[in-house]
């Protein structure tokens, strides 16, 4: 059995089973409590592409726990896919922690129900706090890919060091493939730049071990806060 702390205990968590956006696919996706979010991600409040739209009204609801469940009944459902099943883990929200430590029992949890499945997520929780890093990647090891989330091109060569995958936020104009400073390879979310394509016929966030960054132009009616942000790092190449 594994112990939630108090906090994960209270949120909501919300799961679409077959999602209505054409660029993750007809695929599960969940939308978690905007405490969940990490205290330092620079986007929540400031060009988080889930505070717009439709999605921040289905969001705020989550919050409030007019919808959703709660973590095991979420994880319950998780485990009752079928093997193989691709499914993204918060198209709103990150994982579940108190003060930015990620709670770990949740984690342990969330591995097992989406054994032999196929689940992913991004997260800003710094990887230096707590057991963060270890938990992170004992979810990747363990078939859950768990990307790092970096806010421009010079972090994300920060965060490659740590040897898990990682996606970065890019300018809104941004639709060519490019380089990091360092010379990292980053490749532009296929999603984002191709009618035909999704995340259900895509899957490479789903690649724990991949070499290469994707990168996400800056989107949403928030996109001007984040290309600020994602633009930090100027001239960005293209390849």
């Known amino acids: 059995m594994f112990k939630l702390n108090a906090v994960t205990e209270s949120m909501k968590f919300h799961l679409t089973m077959v999602s209505s956006n054409v660029k993750t696919g007809p695929i ?53 896919f079928d093997d193989g099943q691709l499914w993204r883990l918060n198209q709103a929200g990150d994982l579940p922690h108190i003060g930015g430590v990620i709670d770990q029992g949740a984690m342990r949890l969330l591995i097992e129900s989406n054994h032999v499945k196929k689940g992913f997520t991004y997260t800003h929780h710094d990887v230096t706090l707590g057991d963060n890093l270890t938990i992170i990647e004992e979810c990747n090891i363990n078939g859950f890919t768990v990307n790092l989330s970096a806010n421009d091109l010079d972090h994300a060569d920060q965060l490659i060091e740590y040897g898990l995958p990682v996606c970065v936020v890019l300018p809104i104009d941004q639709d060519t493939n490019t380089i990091t400073p360092k010379g990292k390879k980053v490749i532009v979310c296929p999603a984002a730049i ?37 633009s930090r790092i100027i001239p960005i190449k293209s390849i």
């Open 28 to 80: 599960p996706v969940s939308t978690s409590s905007r405490e969940t979010c990490s205290p330092i991600c620079p986007f929540f409040d400031n060009g988080c592409y889930a505070e717009s739209g439709p999605l921040r009204i289905h969001w705020e609801s989550v919050t409030h726990g007019l919808r959703g469940m709660s973590f095991p009944e979420f994880c319950n459902v998780i485990s009752s």
């Open 194 to 230: 191709r009618e035909n394509v999704s995340c259900m016929t895509c899957q490479l966030c789903s690649i724990a071990d991949r070499s290469v960054i994707i990168g996400f132009p800056s989107h949403g009616t928030g996109a001007k806060k984040a290309n600020a942000i994602a």
